[in-house]
């Protein structure tokens, strides 16, 4: 079958969450590809934000416990909204601090070392921040992590095999930390899997769901995931700096987080102004500080769309349309050098392309001069994130009818190959 726009324009009619594009502001003559590192902003979240700014503008001080969106429990609240997008149960989740920091807070919870069991596993592929934090947390409990730190290997420098990192799981390793999308690839690691292995072994488990929430299911209760973190600001369309979340599974409900805050307490308790912590017995207690009430806004508006289009139906048209972007490049694109270097099975992929290039970078200013938004990642690969509640198959269709043109011209040519200071 010939790929055509008349084809991707039958994909959109065919569309059953075509209505949700107009719930968001599409950058006018563009091609927005970019939602895996910044989603887009919804009306809906645009008008939690404002109800927000109202609140304080009407109540004040007042506002923690009064307005649209009372300020003291707005991150459980949150959290509860959120837990329905992971498959966990209301209490188990919180929307709070950052990415980075929820990561030091849980692993300075559940990193527990003990005799030979001293070792932290994590992969050569995952993003730096967390291996800084992993590094930092190893430093803090006193231990060299050049022995203590554990990065299972990659063959060929995109995915990482289940069955390896399995095989590091020895009586050595204490905790294990594991992106559930591999953030250059898009390979979905099978989490069901290696938390069963992980936990036959004795060693807890947490994932980093940065990749992969709002644009994949999960069931983190179910597989039993001792813990996992996210930012909100990717497939979620937060905003930027968007409070991020976390889970803890129930099994570890009322331990004293590693990291302790005010803001963790029992909620009835928080106000007696005791020196001693009595911690809330949900995920509530893995806050520190007060919330970013406006950072979080944002959140309320936009997991309502989420509810709304169910989050399975936005992982199918997902597929749908990595599935569709894919048949386009080995369609229009294999004379030109690029390789496709994400899994394609369903199960193995995760929100988004990787399109390998040797001129990736330069490609990429290219593709921005033309309209389209994708993002660059060293040393070769150009992510294309079509998000499921605002990209149209013709959207998908014209990106890769622009890439073609650039090809067809060598338009890159005028660019230098190097990547800018944000890629
Ligand atoms: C985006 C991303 C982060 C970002 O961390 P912040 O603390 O929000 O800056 C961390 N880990 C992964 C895998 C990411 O993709």
Not at 15 to 31: C, I, M
Not at 232 to 246: D, E, I, R, V
Not at 388 to 394: E, H, K, N, R, V
């Amino acid at each position: 079958m010939v790929l055509n726009k008349e084809y991707a324009l039958t994909l959109d009619r065919q569309d059953e969450l075509r209505r949700f594009r107009d719930e968001f502001y599409l950058p006018k003559g563009k091609w927005y590809m970019d939602g895996n590192s910044l989603g887009l902003l919804s009306k809906r979240a645009e008008s939690t934000l404002v109800k927000s700014l109202e609140d304080w503008k009407l109540y004040g001080i007042d506002g923690w416990m009064n307005g649209a969106y009372p300020w003291f429990h707005l991150s459980e609240q949150v959290g509860a909204k959120l837990s329905g997008i992971i498959g966990a149960r209301p209490e188990e989740v919180v929307a709070a601090s950052s990415t980075t920091v929820n990561l030091h807070q849980l692993v300075s919870t559940f990193y527990k070392p003990s005799g030979v069991k001293t070792k932290i596993l994590a992969d050569e592929l995952t993003f730096p921040s967390d291996i800084y934090a992993l590094q930092s947390q190893l430093m803090l409990k006193g231990y060299d992590y050049e022995s203590e730190l554990i990065q299972v290997k990659s063959d060929d420098g995109l995915t990482l095999s289940e069955e390896t990192i399995i095989s590091h799981m020895t009586e050595e390793v204490a905790l294990i930390l594991l992106p559930s999308v591999l953030y250059r690839s898009g390979q979905l690691l099978d989490m069901q899997r290696l938390t069963k292995e992980a936990h036959r072994r004795g060693i807890i488990i947490g994932f980093d769901l940065c990749h992969s929430i709002g644009a994949v299911p999960h069931e983190l209760s179910d597989w039993g995931v001792d813990f996992a973190f996210w930012c909100n600001y990717k497939y979620l369309n937060g905003g930027p700096g968007s409070t991020a979340g976390l889970y803890v599974n129930q099994r570890h409900a009322g331990i004293r987080p590693g990291l302790s805050g005010w803001f963790g307490s029992e909620k009835s308790k928080q106000f007696d102004m005791k020196h001693t912590f009595t911690p809330s017995p949900s995920a509530g207690a893995y806050q520190i500080g007060t919330p970013h009430v406006f950072s979080t806004a944002p959140l309320i508006g936009s997991l309502e769309l989420f509810e709304e289009a169910g989050i399975d139906r936005v992982r199918s048209k997902s597929l749908q349309l990595t599935r569709f972007m894919m048949d386009l490049i080995r369609q229009e694109l294999m004379n030109f050098g690029f390789t496709i270097g994400n899994p394609f099975e369903d199960e193995r992929r995760g929100g988004h392309v990787a399109l390998q290039h040797k001129e990736a970078a330069r490609v990429c200013k290219s593709l921005k001069e033309m309209g389209v938004i994708p993002d660059f990642r060293s040393p070769d690969v150009i992510r294309l994130a079509p998000a499921a509640l605002y990209t149209s198959f013709t959207d998908v269709y014209e990106t890769i009818a622009v890439l073609k043109g650039i090809m067809q011209e060598k338009h890159y040519e005028q660019y230098e190959n190097i990547r800018e200071v944000i890629a």
